[in-house]
């Protein structure tokens, strides 16, 4: 599973974008979880305007490749694979 946590600071009266960040945390289902201690996200987004928080979770099939670090693609909805 993958948990990202994305950090956008927005000047409105500007309309522009002054910056954004990202932080990523990889959680492996398939190992035994006998007590979780939480995880900790950090993102540094200084500046003027308004900042927009977004959590973004995803679920995969397999887990991320060890060495390569590469991901395979996300889980389809139902929906979208009863379309093809």
Request: charged residues 20%; proline residues 8%; hydrophobic residues 40%.
């Amino acid at each position: 599973m993958e948990v990202k946590l994305i950090g956008t600071r927005i000047d409105f009266p500007t309309q522009q974008v002054t910056g954004s960040d990202a932080a990523v945390l990889y959680i492996d289902l398939e190992q035994p979880i006998t007590h979780f201690a939480g995880a900790d996200l950090s993102i540094d987004v200084p500046g003027k305007g308004t900042l927009l928080v977004t959590l973004q979770v995803r679920m995969f099939r397999e887990p991320m490749h060890p060495i390569t670090g590469s991901t395979p693609l996300p889980i389809l909805s139902q929906s979208w694979k009863a379309g093809r």
